[in-house]
């Protein structure tokens, strides 16, 4: 049973960049494709980017695409999501996931693990 522990997350200013972590026990990470979802208060949870069991491969939501990047690091067991150039509207909960099927995070926003959130609120 992987755990996930969301960091990071803060009260920024737009245009202020946030780097958030997700740091997993109870197994290896790199075992799994691993994603970042968030949810806004009264919208539904949405996938922001997620990334292949051994880092080759990501996908975004056009939302971030070229302001998010996502990455890896298998020594420390973490899953990692750069936010730059922020918004108002990136202003959510943010959930670190993992699962053993890519695809599965990020066409229908599902995975077997989850963790329970880091808040990210940014003000114009």
């Known amino acids: 049973q992987v755990q996930l522990v969301e960091s990071g997350g803060a009260l920024v200013q737009t245009g202020d960049s946030l780097r958030l972590s997700c740091a997993a026990s109870?197994?290896?990470?790199?075992?799994?494709?691993a994603g970042w979802f968030r949810q806004a208060p009264g919208k539904e949870r949405e996938f922001v980017a997620a990334?292949?069991?051994?880092?080759?491969?990501?996908y975004y939501a056009d939302s971030v695409k070229g302001r998010f990047t996502i990455s890896r690091d298998s020594a420390q067991n973490t899953v990692n999501l750069q936010m730059n150039s922020l918004k108002p509207e990136d202003t959510a909960l943010y959930y670190c996931?993992?699962?053993?099927?890519?695809?599965?995070?990020?066409?229908?926003?599902?995975?077997?693990?989850w963790g329970r959130g880091t808040q990210v609120t940014v003000y114009s």
């Open positions: 996931a993992a699962d053993s099927i890519l695809m599965k995070m990020v066409r229908v926003s599902e995975a077997a693990y």
């Open positions: 990334i292949r069991w051994d880092g080759v491969t990501t």
């Open positions: 109870g197994g290896a990470l790199s075992s799994y494709a």
